[in-house]
T-cell receptor
Framework: EDKVVQSPLSLVVHEGDTVTLNCSYE??????LLWYKQEKKAPTFLFML????IEKKSGRLSSILDKKELFSILNITATQTGDSAIYLC???????????FGPGTSLSVIP | DTEVTQTPKHLVMGMTNKKSLKCEQH?????MYWYKQKAKKPPELMFV???????INESVPSRFSPECPNSSLLNLHLHALQPEDSALYLC??????????????FGSGTQLSVL
């Protein structure tokens, strides 16, 4: 059975800290790994990773995929209170349009 | 236009009611999805339409009935729901066909309460 696991499930940090969120997956016919941020309702897209070892960056956020060890990390540097959200990791399959979500990491950034 | 629009935003219904959730996108995407999300849980896939045909039904009870009238619209018809069906229902779209097109765009959801 396809599975996406995230850790930690919950995290509280102070503004300015750097955080690392983890995602591991066991998915047949794996195509890509996606990261989303969910603050209130709609998850918003952060990154899509298809190749191992290539870091993707957007401002203070970065992410990398290891297809051999079947995991990805999402780094957030110099955290701000606006980074407080649930961060969802998802795996997309090649064979059809199916995207499987992990349980999410709830990040709280306190001033 | 990179928006997925869902209506209504909130819905309260009784167990004997019939209602519909609507979703619309104008990005030319050919895959559309319904996800169900309970509080503090990840989105759970319900249905996928690919090129207006139902391609995935994740063993969803028949009281949920999806419909894709055209490539821009997706409906979810609700009938005889149970209180445990109360959740946030998210619609999403993508370009379809895998191969790098799996980036999902989500709507803001319909918060459904079943009394």
């Amino acid at each position: 059975e396809d599975k996406v696991v995230q850790s930690p499930l919950s995290l509280v940090v102070h503004e300015g800290d750097t955080v690392t969120l983890n995602c591991s997956y066991e998915v047949t016919n794996f195509r890509s790994l996606l990261w989303y941020k969910q603050e209130k309702k709609a998850p918003t897209f952060l990154f899509m990773l298809t190749s191992s070892g290539i870091e993707k960056k957007s401002g203070r956020l970065s992410s990398i995929l290891d297809k051999k060890e079947l995991f990805s990390i999402l780094n957030i540097t110099a955290t701000q209170t606006g980074d407080s959200a649930i961060y969802l990791c998802a795996a997309a399959k090649t064979s059809y349009d199916k995207v499987i979500f992990g349980p999410g990491t709830s990040l709280s950034v306190i001033p | 236009d990179t928006e997925v629009t869902q209506t209504p935003k909130h819905l309260v219904m009784g167990m004997t009611n019939k209602k519909s959730l609507k979703c619309e996108q104008h990005m030319g995407h050919r895959a559309m999805y319904w996800y169900k999300q309970k509080a503090k849980k990840p989105p759970e896939l319900m249905f996928v339409y690919s090129y207006e045909k139902l391609s995935i039904n994740e063993s969803v009870p028949s009281r949920f009935s999806p419909e894709c009238p055209n490539s821009s619209l997706l409906n979810l018809h609700l009938h005889a729901l149970q209180p445990e069906d109360s959740a946030l229902y998210l619609c999403a779209s993508s370009q379809a066909g895998g191969g790098g097109n799996e980036k999902l765009f989500f709507g803001s959801g319909t918060q459904l309460s079943v009394l």
